[in-house]
């Protein structure tokens, strides 16, 4: 007898490639997998694929909210024209400015270094998780980290200056994810998932609320480095009311059509309706704020970026830095590290435009925002 298989729905650019294919469905296949909903920036990565949501009834799969839970965006607008940056000398100080207040992997020394309280006093749910969280939450927190997370100051249509960051929960939420997954009891799917009601779903459950606090605090400490910055170069103020947040590697219970389910995201962002959300292109491409449609077949969610178009390993194979700097045109960023970030150049990455043409049904763009600045560190 054949086992149950998930309906999957998806919102496609193109079609899956065969590996993404197998890897849908794959997951489709587990025992308590109730639905699958596939995002048009969906690309393969280890276990489960980055650009769908997964929804069980029972059952906590860690793989499908990946290492870094809580990644996510955050953005903050200001009162002054993003034309403020058009000079080559303003943008080097900017970024001199933004090296200094926001560090790419850690910080250099304890003192001064901290969490905030309420993070502090919380205690994860093993010896080893506190072990790791007193040796390394403080030393990473408010920083940016490697990859696809990114510091961007952008213009939009009335060219008023933005900021926005790309950033998670660096190395605790890895931490989290190895700690509880080898708990988990293998499936069908090659997954290891845990009892939603068990103590061991109930801790990793504690560990990621936890883990999504320290990511959008994380996010705030940079937003602040980099609006004082900014006030210290332009002489100029954010509006703090304009703040954006949100995140898309979590897991959250649900109801959806009378059914209450555990809704895994990993790389997708919660888009019920009317909810504010933030989807980034690439690093030369524009952004845009949306508000979700809350479409059900969803399980209201959308893409949370561009989706990469190629592996890393083929990007930086196949994009050399005169391409980079081609596709960069118009953007300032560190001519310096263009070496290391060919992977993460525009081309390795989907057409944004493409990926939200096919999510129309999920969300609604309430602003359209081009790149003026990057900062990465590749």
């Not at 990859?147 to 008023?160: A, K, T, Y």
């Not at 081609?326 to 001519?335: N, P, Y």
């Amino acid at each position: 007898m054949t086992a149950p298989t998930a309906v999957i729905e998806q919102w496609l650019v193109e079609p899956p490639t065969p590996k993404v294919r197998r890897a849908l469905a794959q997951i489709a296949r587990g025992p308590d997998v109730a639905r699958v909903a596939v995002m048009p920036d969906v690309h393969l990565s280890a276990d489960v694929c980055v650009g769908v949501a997964l929804a069980t009834t029972s059952t906590l799969y860690p793989a499908a909210v990946g290492g870094d839970i809580g990644c996510g965006m955050a953005a903050l607008a200001f009162d002054a024209p993003a034309s403020r940056l058009a000079e080559a000398r303003v943008a080097a100080q900017v970024l001199d400015g933004l090296y200094g207040a926001i560090p790419i992997m850690r910080h250099a020394r304890r003192r001064g270094v901290g969490l905030p309280q309420p993070l502090a006093d919380c205690e994860l749910s093993t010896p080893s998780l506190r072990a790791v969280k007193s040796r390394e939450a403080g030393l990473q927190f408010g920083t940016l980290g490697r990859g696809n997370h990114f510091l961007e100051l952008q213009s939009d249509q009335d060219d008023r200056l933005w900021l926005m960051v790309h950033s998670g929960s660096r190395g605790m939420g890895q931490a989290i994810r190895q700690a509880h997954e080898h708990r988990g009891v293998r499936d069908r799917t090659g997954l290891r998932g845990l009892g939603a009601e068990s103590d061991d779903g109930r801790a990793y459950l504690r560990d990621v609320q936890w883990a999504l606090r320290y990511a959008a605090a994380s996010r705030a400490r940079m937003l602040a480095q980099a609006t004082r910055v900014l006030a210290r170069v332009l002489a100029i103020d954010a509006n703090e009311s304009s703040a954006i947040e949100c995140h898309h590697n979590f897991v959250r219970r649900e109801s959806h059509d009378g059914q209450t389910l555990w809704v895994h995201r990993k790389g997708a962002l919660s888009a019920r309706e009317d909810e504010v959300g933030i989807i980034p292109g690439s690093m030369g491409a524009v952004s845009h704020h949306v508000r979700g449609r809350g479409c059900a077949a969803a399980l209201c969610s959308s893409s949370h970026g561009a989706g990469r178009a190629m592996a890393r390993g083929v990007a930086r194979r196949r994009i050399s830095v005169d391409r980079l700097h081609e596709q960069m045109r118009g953007v300032w960023f560190d001519h310096r590290i263009a070496e290391r970030l060919r992977d993460e150049a525009p081309s390795a990455y989907k057409e944004i435009g493409a990926v939200m043409r096919a999510q129309r049904a999920l969300t609604r763009v309430e602003r359209t925002l081009r790149p003026v600045l990057v900062f990465k560190g590749g």
